[in-house]
């Protein structure tokens, strides 16, 4: 194995040891592989425990496999990997104790080939020193003939000189990270292809830089979808603002939300100034009868058809306006999409008519797929589908009014225990998947009309109306003990995951809504010092 790609493994964080050569002249140790064994030279020949038995046993057998071997007073369980490479014999040996969850690990070398990522290494002068299973496929060469060859040999010399210039040159020569997009040019397959690149500097022992590692992810499909989605919202934006009518939307408090160009010129202001306005705001006294047809779609839940006439700046104007309803994925009324014809020239508008309606139904079903969307992405939290803070923010003043009527709002404050272990250990996809897995268990284990929300990141909060301290402190325990269980089936042997929780209550924990919170945070706060995986409840006097 070359320097450059011994020191990207020797760079890893689990505990690794390399051999080079057929009889393993030379064995050496990451530094989590020194702290596991004891050892401060990353040369294991050197360590006092050291003999020819261990050096046998490591050697033998040189494939991939597992066993155990003794290190002096210890053992550990070792991951053989071997690396092809046209320098020599090499194994890459994984360090664990028995049992621990490496057992079920394969090799690094098929790890890395089954990124689903383009995995490589480049020294000083851009030659490929290491290229994994999804590159050699790109170049349809094996990684014996790409190893030492420049890009320009498979991406031709234009789209290699592009790639130094912007972003290796950086890299080697800078000593920069880069995180970038980068387009170029595959011979093979005549086409241009989109990659989402990070590019680190490696490092040599005595910290100079000695080539570089990138990891490339094809986006062509992604940036494709991008363009067709702007392609399609373009089309629909000419379509509306070149529409004879006034296309606008308004939610239910009756402000406007959306107008077309038409609807711009009939008020004579840009969109910018009216959005967020009602008719009142804009025309005053004047605009009474049509905020009462805006409030009548919304108590009705029908579509209004009506006369409205005002003073617009160019004079008197009249329109034949519909306010149809629009519903969101869970069914409810929040907005409405208003058509109004200018009907001033009736003779214009025989000439419009036909074409206006027949855009006006195809309009209508794309706009309201839009608004149900942006809708739910402003309200629900992407990876859990719970409610997220901004809605628990629009939604605080209700619940402690309907608490002051009912006298009683309790809050649950969870927070992960030792979440950050997980993300580290097990990785972002299993950090994501115990994170939807409690938002599983407390949807399923919480009432209808309680309200669960991800707080931010591992915290959630569950506002539970008309429920008592106690009564709260019971579910949460319940929740615990069913996450706890959900948690052991889900994660690798010898894996657990637990939540804390701190609850208080209104009015008996704070005067508004902020301050229940921080009265449960600092039950939660408690509940952590106090060893996590339990349930605390605020104190009982109300906490400043």
Known sequence: MDVVTSELFLQLKQPLLVLNGAEGQSVQANSAAQQLLGISDPDLTKAPFWNPEIALQLNQPAVAGRKEIGFGGCRLCCEYSPISHPEGHCLVIMLSQPGSLTQDLQSFSHIIDSLGAYVYCK??????TFANHEVCELFGQPMSQI???????????????????????QVIEGGQVIRREEIVYIPPLDEYRTYLTVKKPLYDQDGNINGLFGIST?????????????????KLTAILNNVGSCIFIKDRDCRFTYMNRKTEQVFGATADAVLGLTVLDILGAEGEEMYRTDRQVFEQGAAVKVLES???P??????????????NAEGEL?????????????????RKLTDTNRVLQHQVAQVTQLTDRLHQQANR????????????????QELIADASRRDQLTLLLIDMDHFKRIND??????????????ADVLQQGCRSSDLVCRYGGEEFIVAMPATTTEDARRKAEQLRHQYCQAAFALLPEGWHSTFSVGIASYPQHGENFEQVVKSADRALYRAKAEGRDRVVCAELVREE
């Open 425 to 438: 250990e097990l990785g972002h996809q299993t950090g994501d998947d115990v994170l939807q897995l409690l």
């Open 310 to 312: 005002f003073n617009a």
């Open 314 to 327: 160019q004079g008197e104007q009249h329109f034949w306006t519909e306010k149809v309803p629009m519903r």
């Open 147 to 169: 190893v030492g060859c420049t890009d320009d040999r498979f991406f031709g010399e234009q789209s290699a000189r592009k790639l130094i210039e912007e972003s290796d040159r």
């Open 218 to 234: 094809d986006i062509s499909g992604q940036k494709l979808i991008q363009q067709q989605l702007y392609q399609s919202e373009t």
């Open 123 to 128: 020294d000083n002068n851009y030659r490929y």
């Open 381 to 396: 939290d992407p990876l859990t589908q719970l409610y997220n803070r901004r809605y628990l923010d629009a939604s605080r």
């Open 334 to 350: 929040d907005a409405y999409i208003g058509i109004a014809t200018d009907i001033t020239d009736q003779v214009e508008l025989e």
